[in-house]
């Protein structure tokens, strides 16, 4: 597993999490990040990106409630999601471009998954 990913659980809406996306092999540098999501019976969508230069963007859906950041120290990419609604109910993919050190090879890669559910 190239891309380690926790934080996502049960909440009530209104509330918050955190999700993170941990690059785990030695060497590992992220460049940029995605997070995608996809919801029972939908196609997996776009929710935010995050440049190498820091640069972010996100869906309309999440504009003003979600955001993303990564630290280059930990090579580990954050969702913090505010203000939940049952509509971001979801599994949550973070995907990677990845640079590795030694050998200056550059791929992407993607995470697990995590699930996120927003009921009260």
């Known amino acids: 597993v190239q891309l380690v990913e926790s934080g996502g659980g049960l909440v009530q809406p209104g509330e918050s999490l955190r999700l993170s996306c941990a690059a785990s092999r030695s060497g590992s540098r992220v460049n940029t990040g995605n997070w995608y999501r996809q919801a029972p019976g939908k196609e997996r969508e776009l929710v935010a990106t995050i440049t190498s230069g820091d640069t972010t963007n996100y869906a309309d859906s999440v504009k003003g409630r979600f955001t993303i950041s990564k630290d280059s120290a930990t090579n580990t990419v954050y969702l913090q999601m505010d203000s939940l609604k049952p509509d971001d109910t979801a599994v949550y993919y973070c995907?990677?471009?990845?640079?590795?050190?030694?050998?200056?090879?550059?791929?992407?890669?993607w995470g697990q998954g995590t699930q996120v559910t927003v009921s009260s």
């Open positions: 995907n990677a471009e990845i640079r590795n050190s030694y050998t200056g090879r550059i791929y992407s890669t």
